[in-house]
């Protein structure tokens, strides 16, 4: 079977704390399964309560953290990437064999995991790092044939930083109408520019050459192919169109907008499914275009 555009790809979501990123996710997992796709969603934002119920699943799976047994903050095994850059162990995990606390799933091909939360880690252990390791190499079967994995990521540049962003095949960033989420989308379009010239990543930092050499190879053999921005939040067309020129100025390419809705904050508020807004078709349109710039920016890899 001809593999389908996104198939086994890694969409990441990123963008500034509230611009709006689970909204994207939540909306984009419906136009992905609405076009065919498996998707599985990693929830890898520690502060964002409330996904899995705009998913339109009762309860929050358990963290993959205490399946990986917990950050080396509190004793366990998963580090963060910026002092240790070596792999997860073990960091390929099947739906199918994994105890079924760890993800939610519909009856639909909708998978929903999480990838740690902090808040009620208690003093010294909230740091995101060891989440953005297990987000970094997490690799989630068992899906389906031709899933997509939609990755909704720590608000911010941080877990790029991380080298997050190494393990992305795409990148979305959303924009809501404010210079600093203009300033973000600018910032991985040319982190990612750097990284596909080949420049290599700070290591000063590590004291061992086979860290260094292996976070230096990380960078190497990144994934990432392309960055595109969606706008958010939008009042009206001369919104849309004074912060599509500001994006078009710094030459990051756009998918699409997605005007500001009441339906989307209530459903947010009240903690209820997000679906059945109109803005899902934006969406719809904007994963149509996506699909095609995609297709334009790098040819379809054959099946393994
Ligand atoms: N298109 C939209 N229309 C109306 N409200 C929105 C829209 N997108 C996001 N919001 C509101 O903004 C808040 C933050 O959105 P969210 O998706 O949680 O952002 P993030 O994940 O980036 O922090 C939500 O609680 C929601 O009420
Ligand atoms: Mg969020």
């Known amino acids: 079977?001809?593999?389908?555009?996104?198939?086994?790809?890694?969409?990441?979501?990123?963008?500034?704390?509230?611009?709006g990123k689970s909204t994207v996710t939540v909306l984009l997992a419906r136009a992905l399964r609405q076009s065919g796709y498996p998707v599985v969603v990693?929830?890898?934002?520690?502060?964002?309560?409330?996904?899995?119920?705009?998913?339109?699943?009762?309860?929050p799976p358990v963290s993959l953290m205490d399946f990986f047994g917990g950050p080396v903050f509190t004793g366990g095994r998963v580090s963060c990437p910026v002092d240790d850059p070596t792999l997860l162990p073990d960091a390929t995990i099947d739906i199918n064999s994994i105890p079924r606390q760890y993800y939610a799933a519909d009856n639909n091909g909708l998978f929903l995991l999480q990838l740690g939360k902090?808040?009620?880690?208690?003093?010294?252990?909230?740091?995101?790092?060891?989440?953005?390791?297990?987000?970094?190499?997490?690799?989630?079967?068992?899906?389906?044939?031709?899933?997509?994995?939609?990755i909704d990521v720590k608000a911010g540049l941080e877990d790029s930083a991380r080298g997050v962003i190494t393990s992305m095949d795409w990148i979305i960033t959303v924009v809501d109408p404010t210079v600093a989420a203009i300033q973000i989308a600018a910032d991985i379009q040319t982190l990612i520019a750097r990284i596909r010239a080949g420049e290599l990543p700070a290591t000063f930092h590590l004291e061992s050459p086979e860290l260094k050499a292996l976070a230096n190879r990380?960078?190497?053999?990144?994934?990432?192919?392309?960055?595109?921005?969606?706008?958010?939040?939008?009042?009206?067309?001369?919104?849309?169109?004074?912060?599509?020129?500001?994006?078009?100025?710094?030459?990051?390419?756009?998918?699409?907008a997605i005007y500001e809705g009441p339906a989307i904050a209530s459903a947010w508020l009240e903690g209820k499914p997000l679906e059945g807004v109109k803005e899902e078709k934006d969406m719809m349109d904007a994963l149509k275009r996506l699909e095609r710039m995609v297709k334009e920016t790098a040819?379809?890899?054959t099946a393994p």
Do not use: W
């Open 218 to 256: 990380l960078y190497r053999e990144a994934r990432i192919k392309g960055a595109f921005a969606l706008l958010n939040k939008i009042r009206d067309e001369r919104m849309e169109s004074f912060v599509s020129q500001k994006l078009e100025q710094q030459g990051v390419s756009i998918i699409g």
């Open 1 to 19: 079977m001809k593999n389908k555009t996104f198939a086994n790809q890694r969409i990441g979501v990123f963008g500034k704390g509230g611009s």
């Open 118 to 150: 902090i808040g009620d880690k208690g003093p010294g252990a909230g740091c995101d790092g060891p989440i953005a390791k297990i987000t970094r190499d997490l690799r989630v079967q068992g899906a389906g044939p031709q899933a997509a994995t939609l």
């Open 42 to 59: 990693l929830d890898a934002d520690s502060t964002n309560a409330g996904i899995h119920q705009a998913l339109g699943f009762e309860k």
């Open 299 to 301: 040819p379809l890899e």
